[in-house]
Nanobody, 126 residues
């Protein structure tokens, strides 16, 4: 399994930006698809974005505001979050998996990811 460590969370005001990072250890990152999920207090974990084999997918709630990218040489995946809203407040998790997905319906399934990070808190509040 790949060990994942997220960083970059924090407290920001609405409209501001944050960039989350997820560093992978133990396996070659390029062989995996990488995704970001989030879980707000009292809610289920939800899909945010995925980057696998040159293809990206986003949830409708973040499309146009968030961008997922990866640097395989650094074994790191990023989530650039712009124009943050209070409803983006959650613990953000990165995950990797070797399952191929041809659509967002597959990308959003947690069962398609094999390893998860511990999460990083993002709070958007004025």
């Amino acid at each position: 399994q790949v060990q994942l460590v997220e960083s970059g969370g924090g407290l920001v005001q609405p409209g501001e930006s944050l960039r989350l990072s997820c560093a992978g250890f133990g396996r070659t990152f390029s062989n995996y698809a990488a995704g970001w999920f989030r879980q707000a207090l009292g809610k289920e974990r939800e899909f945010v974005a995925r980057f696998g084999w040159g293809t990206t997918y986003y949830s409708d709630s973040v499309k146009g505001r968030f961008t997922i990218s990866r640097d395989n040489a650094k074994n790191t995946v990023y989530l650039q979050m712009n124009n943050l809203k209070p409803e983006d407040t959650a613990v953000y998790y990165c995950a990797v998996g070797q399952s191929f997905c041809a659509g967002v319906g597959c990308a959003r399934l947690t069962s398609n990811y094999d390893s998860w990070g511990q999460g990083t808190q993002v709070t958007v509040s004025s």
